[in-house]
């Protein structure tokens, strides 16, 4: 059997959780690659709402084995919280979540050093989500992380401590106040006692093993394809492999037990934090926008920057992971408006029209091509089949396969697990 990946194929919140949540009954492991807590994947069913944001949107169907893979990030105090917050729910977390001892531990001081390096960027900061995940990855390709597995050794605090002491040199170059560590500390260590009482793993074993005998997985990716540390919008990036790739990097799967990739994404665009968005709308539309999809960060609640589709940019996303079927998301958002239009290419200062994503091109001032197309300005609620949809929304989809070269296997027309429609 090969593992399936589902991934987002914008700047993230594309609608991964949902939908890892639509589709996990046929799946039997549900498994999380690279990312960590700044992660926000919301799920709606039954009129709850949750967010998780490091265990995998497999949880709440339980006869899906979750796994934290060896990519990941892992805050042990956020964790818990999660794991708390699932109380409700009657989640029996030792048989249904399993964590690698091969994945990073994010420690106190990755946070205070995300928020160093952050202020010291003045006007030039990504917007990180100050989770730490910028450090805790530097440190584990500097061959210095703390691993989960270490949390099982006798010597752990040792090699806390030195990594805390290294830290501490950088954040006293930055001046940075170092006065909530004791408490942080306080919190972290007691997360960690809880932690050692979870399954931990060698979850490339597991993954493989299962593969072997034939059972389904879906690889759960975080963030999205234009965050991706090599071919996002670099310096305005997270530091992980957020494409197919990362999938076997972060799991032990080789890239030959690679199934189908389903690529998210939203029926217009969204960015939270800093970089280059060429179809970003500053006018009354883009409020709209945002009101209507409620495009609030799941994870630091600040408001999403809203625009129009980007074909050069969704066509480069699918380019880079071999998309097989396309998910288009939050078309219900789209209903307000009377025309709706789509950026076909890009023009240049010069006016020579480009369709692609050079090196060059976050350091330009590109003017986005539109296209633009009568909206269906309607309601979608109560429709259960793509037969009912109004024409204009299906001219929508059509003229977007035609453009990508991918079907779009699946439209999403509101946040519930039953507002999925299938084609
Ligand atoms: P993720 O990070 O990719 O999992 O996405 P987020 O959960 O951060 O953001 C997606 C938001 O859109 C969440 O609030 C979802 O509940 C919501 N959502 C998902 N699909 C739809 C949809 O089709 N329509 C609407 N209106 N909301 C949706
Ligand atoms: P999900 O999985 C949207 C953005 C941050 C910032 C940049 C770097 O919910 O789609 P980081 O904290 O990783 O150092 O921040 O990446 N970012 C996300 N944007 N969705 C996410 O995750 C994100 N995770 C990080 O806003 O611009
Ligand atoms: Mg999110």
Redesign the pocket.
């Known amino acids: 059997m090969k593992m399936d990946v589902l991934l ?1 194929l914008q700047w ?9 949540d639509v589709l996990a009954p046929k799946y039997e492991i549900v498994a999380r690659f690279q990312g960590g807590p700044n ?6 069913f039954d009129g709850i ?1 949750h ?1 998780l944001h490091q265990i995998p ?1 497999g949880i709440f169907r339980s006869q899906i084995l979750n796994i934290i893979g060896n990519g990941v990030v892992l805050d042990p105090i956020i964790l818990k919280k999660e794991i708390d917050g699932l109380g409700k729910f009657s989640i029996d977390y030792m048989k249904n979540l399993v964590i690698s001892k091969k994945a990073t531990i994010i420690i106190p001081t990755h946070k205070l050093l995300d928020a160093a390096l952050e202020t010291s960027k003045g006007d030039k900061k990504i917007g990180s989500t100050l989770k730490g995940i910028g450090p805790t990855y530097q440190d584990k390709i500097g061959r210095s992380a703390l691993r989960v597995g270490d949390i099982l050794s006798p010597d752990f605090k040792d090699k806390y401590q030195a990594l805390v002491e290294k830290h501490k040199t950088i954040l006293s170059f930055y001046n940075h106040p170092l006065d909530v560590l004791a408490e942080m500390e306080e919190q972290f260590f007691a997360a960690v006692e809880f932690f050692k009482t979870l399954n931990l793993i060698d979850s490339e074993y597991v993954v493989n093993d299962a593969l072997a005998s034939n059972k389904r997985i879906l690889a759960e990716g ?1 963030q ?1 394809s234009l965050l991706d540390i090599d071919f996002g919008s670099y310096p305005f990036v997270t530091s992980s492999t957020t494409m197919t790739a990362g999938a076997c990097t972060g799991l032990g799967v080789a890239p030959s037990k690679i199934g189908e990739v389903f690529g ?1 994404f939203k029926a217009y665009c969204t960015r939270v934090g800093s970089g280059p968005f060429p179809t970003e709308l500053f006018d009354e539309t883009g409020e709209a926008m945002r009101k ?3 495009e609030f ?3 630091t609640g600040r408001p999403r920057r809203c625009g129009w589709l980007d074909l050069p940019a969704l066509r480069y996303s699918i380019m880079i992971n071999d998309v097989t079927q396309l998910f288009m ?5 789209l209903n307000i408006f009377e025309e709706i239009k789509i950026c076909t290419h890009y023009e240049l200062p010069t006016g020579e029209r480009i369709d692609r994503l050079s090196f060059e091109i976050s350091d330009l001032d590109v003017k986005p091509v539109y296209k633009a197309m009568k909206g269906w300005n309607t309601s979608l609620k109560g429709i259960r089949d793509y037969d009912n949809f109004p024409i204009e929304l299906k001219d929508y989809v059509s003229f977007l396969e035609e453009q990508l070269n991918v079907p779009i296997k699946l439209v ?4 519930d697990r039953e ?2 429609i299938l084609r």
């Open positions: 987002g993230g919140d594309e609608g991964k959780g949902k939908i890892v992660a926000g994947h919301t799920l709606e709402k967010v949107s975080a999205g998210i209507e999809g409620n960060g799941s994870t998301m939050k078309g219900d958002v999403s027309i509101g946040p507002q999925t």
